[in-house]
């Protein structure tokens, strides 16, 4: 189970993803399934027998805003008490807050590095 601060999920957000799937698919084995996004799909990414590591999504809709990076999700037990965190420390909320599993928001530390924060339902 995941705690404070684990990194939980991870996603790349590009405007070729058809493609890139098919090139971590090719590179690293993973296996995909489609995730509707309303009028298209973007891609949960695992190994095989495993469930999803990763996601490769559109930048386009929800995630038009998103950075075109490998993007590390670290969970929180508190998502909004983080997020005043991140302003009063210099810090810039980029996305959201969002729900998808449960909360996430997007963000940019002091010195420029960009993650996001995950609270899970029911926490």
Not at 19 to 37: C, K, N, P, T
Not at 38 to 49: E, F, H, L, S
Not at 89 to 96: T, Y
Request: a negative charge; glycine letters at 14%; hydrophobic letters at 40%.
């Amino acid at each position: 189970m995941a705690q404070r601060g684990d990194a939980v999920w991870h996603d790349l957000t590009v405007p070729n993803a058809d493609e890139v799937r098919d090139f971590y698919s090719a590179v690293i084995g993973w296996q995909s399934e489609g995730l509707d996004m309303g009028g298209y799909q973007d891609y949960v990414m695992a190994a095989p027998g495993t469930q999803g590591q990763a996601g490769i999504c559109h930048a386009r809709g929800p995630n038009a805003n998103m950075p075109g990076q490998w993007l590390v999700y670290f969970q929180v037990p508190d998502l909004d008490a983080a997020l005043a965190e991140v302003i009063a420390r210099g810090g810039k909320i980029l996305d959201g807050p969002r729900e998808m599993g449960g909360r996430f928001a997007c963000i940019q530390d002091p010195a420029g590095a960009v993650c996001s924060l995950f609270q899970p339902e029911g926490s």
